[in-house]
């Protein structure tokens, strides 16, 4: 008996020990994890691959009510709608589009010189073959089309902002009959509209830019057949950004090392946010603030910024880009960080401005672009996997606070702006998200 006694004393102590270690283990990793979290809290307060975190909900209204938001549109108008929902081109040349691709969205107005150069660009960029091109256009001016219509070298996709003022010459948000001007009084010059902070209306060729700009992000993200459940980063560019040959397979190794590398940025850009600046030509990867040339994020980014729709759609500023700076950016309530290579892979050339167009009289020509040169170090790859992450802090530019420029007072122009953000998210629709 003795023999089997001293078994079942050992057991009982063990029984009664095993609880406290396990208790004292679990202790010791629950403090290790808020240590880790307390000591990263000013930088990982949200990480940018967090898939469904922001519902659509808030924005879903009746179809009813929709409609009512939206002006009457032209026979223009709906021809070009309609042409929205044709599938790319050039399917027989490029059947298939590589896993995991990065969609381009090139986003344009009058400008063909330019995009001729951009176009050229992109023909010689590393990997083009491989992803789909989606082609938004403010407005539809024939020579520009021409120039889309003629690229052969991937899938590519048109879309047309069928609310572009472009395509009312007479009416809302065109010029309509009776439109208070400059700094008229609507009572005073029985004329309508709302003016700015500045005390001046609408300009119709101003306020496109951020209208087309909102409009082909809520398209793009939650519109198209091709992209709306596209879960990967989709990259975004203008007709006045020339594109280095190396640019597509630096930004799908950005985008692959940014989770690991730097979770708190939000999106990848493939040039500085200084325009001026082609990199500091160090051997590490670079975090600031987000730039407006060639700027890549996914699903779970433009989430964040599509709950904010309210506070895009109503701030007093026509550009897109200082309305996300001053306002929205601000309002995800820490630092909004991109990561990038230390040389540049896109770059902002040319002086004529967006809306410097195309008539003989009136046209802009410059060769800006005749100053990018492509070295032989921009035509492959060039960022390394095993590079640190050089962080700026602080950065000069557009920052919460300020008040913004103006040029986006009109009552139509903020309803407008609001009903881009309802399209896709009717009840009874098979909404995404």
Request: glycine share 8%.
């Amino acid at each position: 008996m003795a023999f089997y006694r001293k078994p079942r004393i050992k057991d009982a102590a063990l029984r009664r020990i095993l609880p406290v270690v396990l208790i004292t283990l679990l202790g010791i990793v629950l403090l290790t994890f808020l240590i880790r979290t307390v000591s990263f809290s000013h930088v990982m307060t949200w990480r940018s691959d967090e898939i469904g975190e922001i519902p659509y909900k808030n924005y879903t209204i009746s179809g009813s009510r929709l409609r009512t938001m939206f002006p009457k549109q032209t026979e223009l108008s709906i021809l070009l709608e309609n042409k929205n929902s044709l599938p790319p081109r050039n399917l027989d040349l490029f059947p298939n589009l590589a896993k995991d691709h990065i969609t381009i969205v090139l986003y344009v107005h009058n400008r063909p010189q330019y995009l001729q150069v951009v176009v050229k660009s992109l023909s010689s960029v590393e990997g083009i073959h491989e992803t789909l091109l989606i082609v938004s256009h403010d407005g539809y001016f024939q020579e520009m089309n021409k120039i889309v219509e003629g690229i052969r070298f991937c899938q590519v996709k048109q879309i047309f902002a069928p609310y572009s003022p472009h395509l009312f010459p007479d009416s809302f948000p065109g010029v309509s009959p009776g439109d208070c001007r400059d700094k008229e009084h609507p009572s005073t010059n029985k004329c309508k509209g709302n003016p700015d902070q500045y005390g001046n209306h609408r300009s119709p060729k101003i306020v496109s830019l951020k209208h087309h700009w909102w409009w082909m992000m809520n398209t793009v993200w939650d519109g198209l057949e091709e992209t709306q459940r596209h879960s990967g980063h989709i990259l975004f560019i203008e007709e006045d950004h020339f594109i280095f040959p190396n640019a597509y397979r630096n930004l799908q190794i950005l985008t692959e090392l940014k989770p690991q590398k730097c979770p708190y940025c939000y999106a990848a850009n493939l040039a500085p946010s200084d325009v001026n600046s082609r990199g500091e030509g160090w051997e590490t990867l670079i975090a600031e603030k987000i730039g407006n040339v060639g700027y890549a994020f996914n699903r779970t980014v433009w989430r964040k910024i599509y709950s904010k729709a309210r506070d895009f759609c109503l701030f007093d500023e026509y550009n897109w880009d200082i309305t996300m700076w001053a306002t929205v950016y601000p309002s995800f309530g820490s630092s909004v960080y991109t990561l990038r290579g230390p040389r540049t892979s896109a770059a902002h050339f040319g002086k004529c401005g967006l809306h410097q167009g195309q008539e003989k009289k009136s046209s802009c020509i410059d060769n800006g672009f005749m100053n990018i040169a492509v070295e032989e170090v921009d035509k492959t790859a060039n960022i390394k996997a095993e590079w640190g992450v050089h962080v700026y802090e602080r950065q000069s530019g557009y920052k919460a606070g300020f008040k913004g420029w103006g040029g986006w007072g009109d009552e139509r122009d903020r309803q407008l702006c609001l009903a881009f953000a309802h399209m896709y998210h009717v009840e009874g629709s098979n909404s995404p998200g």
